[in-house]
């Protein structure tokens, strides 16, 4: 197979690349981008990438950036968004923010005592180096 060896690469992939990226793989050929409105009007799509390419290139450029969203309490009131970069450094900011379970919806609030905002420096061995706490 082609990565049967193994490989290494720094470059960032996102959950949502793995369906585009195994159906690549098998064959069938990457599925349709999803529309930016009213995606739910055609059978599939996806808001992700291959990252077949780097099976062959694994240092060659790709994403500048990743992107995730979590829970962060049980109850899920709180919702964190982040942003992982790799230029000019590795870093990771994410965003804690009121979240409404009844309509599945962000608030972008943060009056949840858990509210804040992180920012990691992945190259100083994940050391915080941000202020912990609303900025606002």
Known sequence: GITDGGLVSDALVE??????????????????????????RISYCTEGISFMPLTSNPQRTWKNASYS???RAADFVIMGYSMTTLEPSKRRFTAWVDFDI???????TMTDSRCGFELYDHENHGRSISYYGKLF
């Open 15 to 40: 959950h949502v690349d793995i369906f585009a990226t195994l159906l690549d793989a098998a064959g069938i050929g990457a599925p349709p981008q999803c529309p930016e409105h009213q995606p739910w």
């Open 102 to 108: 009844s309509t599945n919806t962000t608030k972008w």
């Open 69 to 71: 969203q979590y829970p």
